[in-house]
């Protein structure tokens, strides 16, 4: 089994900073992309940014400029350091991960989920 763990949600108001972390545990061999999803009440679940093992990251154009994405490989760990939030930042973040399982099958694991809420 695998498991994501997220912490660092919060209220915050316009203009302010929030850092989310995420780290994975269980029956891993490695860990290929981690990231973060979001869903806004009422819509679909968005991609924010990804990383891979290797450092490459993606981004979602809504954030790009104000949140950055780093890793931490020996911690299977993910972060997303997000500066000038904005009202439409405001959902449920999700931690993301694509990895292989001791057994060596791919796996794609979730988190539970953080609120991130964005008063202006």
């Known amino acids: 089994q695998v498991q994501l763990v997220e912490s660092g949600g919060g209220l915050v108001q316009a203009g302010g900073s929030l850092r989310l972390s995420c780290a994975a545990s269980g029956s891993i061999f490695s860990v290929n992309t981690m990231g973060w999803y979001r869903q806004a009440p009422g819509k679909q679940r968005e991609l924010v940014a990804t990383?891979?093992?290797?450092?490459?990251?993606n981004y979602a154009d809504s954030v790009k400029g104000r949140f950055t994405i780093s890793g931490d490989n020996a911690k299977n760990s993910v972060y997303l350091q997000m500066n000038s939030l904005e009202p439409d930042d405001t959902a449920v973040y999700y931690c993301?991960?694509?990895?292989?399982?001791?057994?060596?099958?791919?796996?794609?694991?979730w988190g539970q989920g953080t609120q991130v809420t964005v008063s202006s």
């Open positions: 990383i891979t093992s290797v450092g490459s990251t």
């Open positions: 993301y991960a694509q990895l292989l399982t001791n057994l060596r099958r791919r796996y794609v694991a």
